[in-house]
C-alpha cells in the first residue's frame, strides 16, 4: 500500500483484521497510535493471550516501522504488560501513567486489590509533539506557598532555578487520579457490556490526543471498541485510522461518531463483545 491508497482509509472505522492491517501500511505514516487491545487480565475469549508481554512485543515492533520519526504510541495494560521483553529495540519508554480507579468493585482476599491499569508512552526517537500547556492540571499547591519555597536560597542556587508557579496549572504527572472510569450512568457509555474493559473516556483519550498530536496528525487506532478515539480526533481537528474485528462495534463506533446513537439497539451479548483481534493472535502464534 502506498501513501495515496492509505489516503483513502482516513476517517474510517474498519473491520478488519489489525495486524493484517498493519503490514499492508506503509513506512512512517502514522504520528500517534493509541493502542487499547487485549490486556490478558480477564476471563473474555479476546482477552485470552498465552503471553501479554510477547504479543505487546509484536505489536511495538509492527508499530516502529509505521510510526514516523517523533512519533508516540501510548499502549494500555496491566502493571506488567511489558515487562520481560526488550522493547528498547524499537521504541522509547519514557513513562508508564498510572491510572488510579479508586472505585473498582474487586476485592483482593488474600493481596492487595488492583486499582490502576498502566498506559506505557513510547516514542520513536525524540518526542516531536508534547503539548504540555493543552494538558494542564489544576495546582494543587497554593501560590503563595509556592513562591515561598522558590525564595528558598537551596531552590533558587540549585539546578531547578528556573522552574516557576505556572498559573495556567501543572504538569499532570505519570499517577492519573483526576479522570474517573465509567459507570452505569455515563451518558457518553456505549454499551453496557463494553464498561471497564473495553470502553475508556473521552477525558482521558483527550489527554493523549492533545499531549502527542497537533491538528492535521494523522491518528492511528488498531482496537477502537466503543469509537473513543475516532470521536475525539474529529472534535480535536486530527485526522485518524481506526480498526476493530468486530463489526458491532465498528458498527456503534460509527454511529456514535456520526451523533446518531440515540435510541440505537445494542447487542450486550458477550458473544459479541470482543475488543481484541483473536485471529490476529493465532496469525502471530499466540493461542
Given at each position: 500500500m502506498n501513501l495515496n491508497k492509505l489516503t483513502t482509509y482516513i476517517g474510517k472505522i474498519l473491520n478488519i483484521n489489525t495486524l493484517e492491517f498493519i503490514c499492508s501500511m506503509p513506512?512512517?505514516?502514522?504520528?500517534?497510535?493509541?493502542?487499547?487491545?487485549?490486556?490478558?487480565?480477564?476471563?473474555?475469549?479476546?482477552?485470552?493471550?498465552?503471553?501479554?508481554?510477547?504479543?505487546?512485543?509484536?505489536?511495538?515492533?509492527?508499530?516502529?516501522?509505521?510510526?514516523?520519526?517523533?512519533?508516540?504510541?501510548?499502549?494500555?495494560?496491566?502493571?506488567?504488560?511489558?515487562?520481560?521483553?526488550?522493547?528498547?529495540?524499537?521504541?522509547?519508554?519514557?513513562?508508564?501513567?498510572?491510572?488510579?480507579?479508586?472505585?473498582?468493585?474487586?476485592?483482593?482476599?488474600?493481596?492487595?486489590?488492583?486499582?490502576?491499569?498502566?498506559?506505557?508512552?513510547?516514542?520513536?526517537?525524540?518526542?516531536?509533539?508534547?503539548?504540555?500547556?493543552?494538558?494542564?492540571?489544576?495546582?494543587?499547591?497554593?501560590?503563595?506557598?509556592?513562591?515561598?519555597?522558590?525564595?528558598?536560597?537551596?531552590?533558587?542556587?540549585?539546578?531547578?532555578?528556573?522552574?516557576?508557579?505556572?498559573?495556567?496549572?501543572?504538569?499532570?504527572?505519570?499517577?492519573?487520579?483526576?479522570?474517573?472510569?465509567?459507570?452505569y450512568k455515563s451518558k457518553e457509555l456505549v454499551s453496557r457490556s463494553m464498561l471497564n474493559t473495553i470502553q475508556k473516556p473521552e477525558k482521558l483519550i483527550e489527554r493523549l490526543v492533545k499531549a502527542s498530536s497537533n491538528e492535521g496528525d494523522l491518528v492511528f487506532d488498531p482496537f477502537c471498541g466503543s469509537g473513543t478515539t475516532p470521536v475525539i480526533c474529529k472534535r480535536l481537528n486530527r485526522a485518524f485510522i481506526a480498526c476493530d474485528i468486530n463489526p458491532e462495534f465498528v458498527r456503534l463506533a460509527e454511529l456514535r461518531l456520526k451523533g446518531k446513537l440515540q435510541n440505537v439497539e445494542v447487542d450486550d451479548d458477550e458473544s459479541a463483545i470482543k475488543s481484541g483481534d483473536t485471529s490476529a493472535q493465532v496469525q502471530l502464534g499466540l493461542l
Open positions: 513506512d512512517e505514516c502514522i504520528d500517534l497510535v493509541i493502542c487499547d487491545g487485549p490486556y490478558n487480565a480477564t476471563t473474555h475469549e479476546w482477552d485470552r493471550i498465552a503471553s501479554i508481554q510477547e504479543f505487546n512485543l509484536e505489536l511495538i515492533q509492527a508499530f516502529t516501522r509505521i510510526l514516523k520519526p517523533g512519533g508516540a504510541l501510548y499502549l494500555f495494560g496491566k502493571p506488567t504488560c511489558v515487562d520481560f521483553i526488550d522493547y528498547r529495540r524499537y521504541l522509547t519508554l519514557h513513562s508508564k501513567i498510572v491510572w488510579y480507579q479508586p472505585s473498582r468493585l474487586g476485592q483482593g482476599r488474600k493481596s492487595y486489590t488492583n486499582n490502576y491499569d498502566v498506559i506505557c508512552y513510547f516514542s520513536k526517537g525524540t518526542p516531536r509533539s508534547f503539548n504540555l500547556d493543552d494538558i494542564r492540571v489544576p495546582q494543587l499547591v497554593e501560590l503563595e506557598h509556592r513562591k515561598r519555597c522558590e525564595n528558598v536560597p537551596s531552590v533558587r542556587n540549585g539546578t531547578y532555578v528556573n522552574t516557576k508557579f505556572n498559573e495556567d496549572g501543572k504538569n499532570p504527572g505519570d499517577v492519573w487520579g483526576d479522570i474517573k472510569q465509567l459507570t
